[in-house]
């Protein structure tokens, strides 16, 4: 069973660019999450996501930052414009239905993004 | 407001000497805890939870940490370090839903 797969690992974007993340759970994961890591910081929760729906998203920038997770398919966060304070790891953790936080998540291994 | 601190930044041992990392909670309940491990580079690995009943939770490589409710704290240790064990340490809380609260991390270092 593979682990939660995040892709790209790294990700190089100019400023204004946007910058595409995607995360695929682990099999039988109904439920992502995205947490962002700035330097020398802890992981901060952006959103948490089910197929098709938006369950919190309190930790979101209000602006240029948009996550989605499909029927089908990867679950995608986009950055629109980036800008330099943008420069992050984010990581995208899944967990099965019904369990609430009682179960740990599963972290994939990160996608750093680096604005130049 | 919920929080989880580790008060420790970095932290330098010797190899083969005793380990215990600092994490305390702020919650209105006793939360979910949580050390995970990152390596350089790398995600982050689960060590070991508490959920509830035994304090002393036992997790991989070697790992233990306590949960004392009296100081809020739910401590890391381990007995004798290896020089592998050199990464970033995360404590984390949730109370019973999806969304975890990280500590800042406590960065090791292992002396050969």
């Known amino acids: 069973n593979a682990g939660v797969m995040q892709n790209p690992r790294h990700l190089v974007r100019r400023r204004g660019q946007e910058a595409r993340l995607r995360c695929s759970p682990m099999k039988g994961h109904s439920h992502v999450y995205w947490y962002r890591q700035l330097p020398e910081e802890g992981l901060k929760f952006m959103v948490y996501?089910?197929?098709?729906?938006?369950?919190?998203e309190s930790g979101m920038p209000k602006e240029r930052f948009s996550a989605e997770f499909p029927k089908e398919g990867p679950s995608i966060l986009r950055i629109q414009q980036v800008v330099r304070g943008d420069s992050a790891a984010y990581f995208c953790?899944?967990?099965?239905?019904?369990?609430?936080?009682?179960?740990?998540?599963?972290f994939g291994q990160g996608t750093r993004l680096t604005v130049v | 407001a919920q929080s989880v601190t580790q008060p420790d930044i970095h932290i330098t041992v010797s190899e083969g000497a005793s380990l215990e990392l600092r994490c305390n909670y702020s919650?209105?309940?006793?939360?979910?805890l949580f050390w995970y491990v990152q390596s350089p580079g790398q995600g982050l690995q689960l060590l070991l939870k508490?959920?509830?009943?035994?304090?002393l939770v036992q997790g991989i490589k070697g790992f233990e940490a306590e949960f004392k409710r009296s100081q809020s704290s739910f401590n890391l240790r381990k007995p004798s370090v290896h020089w592998s064990d050199a990464a970033e340490y995360f404590c984390a809380g949730n109370s019973g839903t999806y969304k975890y609260i990280f500590g800042t991390g406590t960065r090791l270092k292992v002396l050969a």
């Open positions: 508490y959920f509830s009943g035994d304090t």
């Open positions: 953790a899944s967990s099965p239905p019904g369990q609430g936080g009682r179960t740990e998540a599963f």
């Open positions: 919650y209105g309940a006793t939360p979910y």
């Open positions: 996501l089910q197929k098709e729906n938006i369950i919190d």
